[in-house]
């Protein structure tokens, strides 16, 4: 089994800035993708950004230029600055991972979630 786990969320004035982090560990496999996602009350999930283990990003447009997301393959976890957050960035942020897990005569993919983390931008 996966195990995604997340840090970091927390109650932050706007204007504010969290960091969060996210630790994947077990049957891991090859990692091929980690990112966030992000939920508000009465909302669908949403993108945040994800990053390949090749270091290529990719963002929610309306999020550019305010998040950053980050890797460390090494420690197989991946980080998500949040700068000039707002209280539309009121959330709970998920976790998630997309591996690939190669057998001598075949291959599958499979995607992790983590539990969640809360964010609250408030004053």
């Known amino acids: 089994q996966v195990q995604l786990v997340e840090s970091g969320g927390g109650l932050v004035q706007p204007g504010g800035s969290l960091r969060l982090s996210c630790k994947a560990s077990g049957s891991i496999g090859s990692i091929n993708r980690m990112g966030w996602y992000r939920q508000a009350p009465g909302k669908q999930r949403e993108l945040v950004a994800t990053i390949t283990s090749g270091g290529a990003t990719n963002y929610a447009d309306s999020l550019k230029g305010r998040f950053t997301i980050s890797g460390d393959n090494a420690k197989n976890t991946v980080y998500l600055q949040m700068n000039s957050l707002k209280p539309e960035d009121t959330a709970v942020y998920y976790c998630?991972?997309?591996?690939?897990?190669?057998?001598?005569?075949?291959?599958?993919?499979?995607?992790?979630w983590g539990q969640g983390t809360q964010v609250t931008v408030s004053s």
């Open positions: 998630n991972a997309n591996f690939t897990y190669y057998r001598p005569t075949y291959h599958y993919i499979r995607d992790a």
